[in-house]
C-alpha cells in the first residue's frame, strides 16, 4: 500500500457530505475505516468500492431515487 490514506474531510469531500456524516458512518460500521485509537481513516480503493456497493444497493432495492440505503 503506497499511496497516503484519507481523513474523514478528504472523504466527506469525495462524496459530497459532511464531516459529521462520515464520521457518523464510521463509528456505526457502515463505511470502511481504519482505526488508529481515536483518529479514523480511509483507503480511497475502498471507499470507491463502497459508494460502488452503495449504487448497486439502490438499483438493486428498486427505489431508483439515487439515494443508498445507509
Request: charged share 25%; no cysteine.
Amino acid at each position: 500500500m503506497t499511496e497516503a490514506l484519507l481523513t474523514a474531510e478528504q472523504v466527506a469531500e469525495l462524496i459530497g457530505m459532511t464531516t459529521d456524516y462520515v464520521y457518523s458512518l464510521s463509528r456505526r460500521g457502515r463505511i470502511p475505516v481504519i482505526r488508529f485509537g481515536r483518529t479514523y481513516r480511509y483507503r480511497r480503493e475502498a471507499i470507491e468500492q463502497w459508494l460502488i456497493e452503495q449504487e448497486r444497493a439502490t438499483i438493486g432495492s428498486g427505489r431508483g431515487n439515487g439515494r443508498a440505503a445507509v
